[in-house]
């Protein structure tokens, strides 16, 4: 016993983690948003951007993409720009993160003014809102939305973590170093039905990779 006890006595016994959720960040409306350009996360309005941004268009039917809203990682000191085509819905392959239909640009979050609108198109969505994070311990996304108390449609989607896919794994390679990119939010159509952002009832992903610079991808699935 005494030379079980030198050998095996001093051991910890380890602590367990079994019945611990991990923290999902859901996105939360918030009906009022920033004046002019800023460096937040936030939805419809005009984008923030820097000098030299070009508004981004259709590769399918040449048309001025559709800004969406404009999404800052934690932590992160850039925004992406996320941009789709709204001219003609469901025939240019808006789903797609290689289609050319959606377009993400990254900026820094420095020096950063409101960005000019094209002449033609659809390029605004007609309103504008922003977003707060809310910490809430689920298993995953589909759970921590499911159990938001608030009104549903106020849920954003969430920022960081894991996506829960509606159809198949479509984790989008980096054109770059063609590596499978990060994480970064996924997207719900918005908290009022007359101005969502076009997912054919689904939700969008978006990710990132910063092996040269920082470039992102958008697709959605329903």
Not at 15 to 44: N, Q
Not at 46 to 64: D, H, I, L, Q, Y
Not at 152 to 160: A, C, E, K, N, Y
Request: hydrophobic share 35%; aromatic share 8%; proline share 8%.
């Amino acid at each position: 016993m005494k030379l079980f006890k030198k050998l095996f006595g001093g051991l910890k016994t380890p602590t367990s983690t079994m019945g611990t959720s991990p923290s999902i960040h859901l996105l939360i409306a918030e009906p009022t948003v920033t004046p002019g350009a800023c460096a937040d996360t936030r939805f419809g309005g005009t984008p923030s951007v820097n000098e030299g941004f070009a508004w981004p268009t259709c590769k399918g039917c040449a048309s001025p993409l559709q800004f969406l809203g404009q999404i800052r990682p934690t932590g992160a000191q850039h925004l992406h720009l996320i941009f789709m085509c709204d001219e003609n819905p469901g025939e240019c392959g808006q789903w797609e993160a290689d289609g050319g239909a959606n377009a993400v640009v990254c900026v820094p979050v420095n020096d950063l003014h409101v960005a000019a609108l094209p002449s033609a198109g659809q390029v605004t969505r007609g309103t504008g809102y922003g977003a707060r994070v809310e910490p809430t311990q689920a298993v995953d996304y589909t759970q921590a939305h499911n159990a938001f108390s608030g009104r549903r449609r106020d849920v954003l989607g969430q920022l960081g973590g894991a996506p829960c896919w509606l159809q198949a794994e479509q984790t989008p390679s980096c054109n770059h170093c063609n590596a499978p990119m990060r994480f970064v939010a996924q997207l719900e159509p918005g908290p009022d039905h007359t101005t969502e952002m076009n997912f054919a009832g689904g939700c969008a992903y978006l990710f990132e990779c910063d092996c040269s610079g920082v470039s992102a991808k958008f697709l959605w699935q329903c």
